[in-house]
């Protein structure tokens, strides 16, 4: 879209009109345009037939809001007779002006077009009517019209900073609501390990630390269990050596059988028994060497017992170690919490919306997330559920999400905002948030009335949606905002100073 502005006079303070025009000033004329491409600002004197007009032509890249550093800019003048002057210079004087003089060799009315040629981009802005004065009393004449109160922020100023306008456009928008939320882990995504006996953790295993990521099914640690009663050392070493005596019996009663057998002085009964007496012998002497060892190890703290005698914890989800309470040889109580794994993709966003806003609930449209430090918010999954249960305390209805979260940039526990839509799309004039500027406690935007000319606007809002803003009053469709820079040209609009001119005429 092109947009046609006036001839304006730059000569003028920051917040008030133009003075009156002196015989000692010259006149200096401007005109803005814009295409898809570039925003043409240019400023020139007034055209006398067979005298040079020195024109400063601006031209900025609307893909990146960069000036030009290279190009061939034309200038056309026709008459109505067709007859064509073409004026124009190879390169810019300075990046993004191009100072081309321009010299009509005979007054009247004529159609002035401006070219722009660069190997990045091609570009051309026709400007309309323009009229050429027989002599320079009757260019002094010419009329100007004012711009009222305007902020001026140069050329200059906004190719060195991060800076860009938008035209005002209709995009759509759905009602909301904006409700805090809380993200949480998805139902079965989070899970607590906790001693199932009381003992010692293993001091050869690896406890992981908090923020460790780890698998369903993996080791987190080991515990040694406490000997059973009586656990002194005399008691255990007693029933040592009662179980090898025992088991000395045993064995020579299965010999003895064995003998018998053979002879055929007893039934085989006999020695099945007595093999069996000998294996119960052997397994009570290896509990009993078992319990001596347990026993040690739990004593002195630094030692370990065989796999076979260790109660091993393992993982019973993916996810994140939320906490650790564990530590290497620490001894620990049976129920005692060790660890807590949390899954963190995908996830839970908890919505808490009031009582009050209920009913528009049945019109639950789905919703997009505020993150803090993201230039836009993030679609939300899936509808879990809705809440039909008011919580007592916080007056408020859970609407759940599900998220996806593989780059874990949601953490567990964060506070968030969620804005809820609540009907379908409609048009709506709307702006970038980025727009937004807070003056004093109301919002206003800043519409580019022109090349360096700016105009405060407040704006009343309304809905809000994927980083656009709707607009009630304020501003036209069509009209330039400022959606990067905004803050700097309300700098620029507090300072009393004129901003000194820069350019190469």
Known sequence: MVFILPLILLAACSKSAPPAKTAEQSVTLAVTRWSDKTELFMENPPLVASENARFAVHF??????????????????????????????????????????????????????????????????????????????AAAKAEQSEEGEVIRFLKEQQWTLDFATVAVGERALRESVRVPAEVRPRTGGEAEIVAPVAGRLSATSAIPAVGTLVQKGQVLARIIPRTATPSDRATLDLALSEAKTALSLARRDRERAERLVTAGAVPAKRLDEAKAAEATAQARLDAAQARLAQHESSRSADGDTPDGSQFVLRAPIAGIVAASHGMPGASVEEGESLFRIVTTDPVFIVASVPEGEAGRLRQLAGGELEL?????????????????????????????????????????????????FTSTATKELAVPESAIVDDAGRPVVFVQVAGESFARRAVRLGNREASYVQVLDGVKLGERIVTRGAYQIRLAAMSSQIPAHGHVH
Do not use: W
């Open 60 to 137: 900025t890249d609307l893909r990146n809001f960069n000036p030009l550093t290279q190009g061939k800019v034309t200038i056309e003048l026709r008459s109505a007779a067709g007859r064509s002057e073409i004026f124009q210079t190879e390169a810019p004087s300075s990046p993004g002006i191009f100072g081309v003089t321009v010299k009509p060799s005979a007054a009247g009315n004529f159609s002035m077009t401006v070219r722009l040629d660069s190997p990045t981009l091609k570009d051309t802005h026709e400007l309309g009517e323009v009229q050429v004065y027989a002599d320079a009393r």
């Open 372 to 420: 803090t430090g993201q230039p836009s918010p993030m679609p939300l999954g899936r509808v879990v559920t809705v809440g039909r249960v008011v919580d007592a305390a916080s007056r408020t209805l859970p609407v759940i999400f599900e998220v996806r979260n593989p780059d874990a940039r949601l953490a567990v526990g964060q506070s968030v905002f969620v804005r809820l």
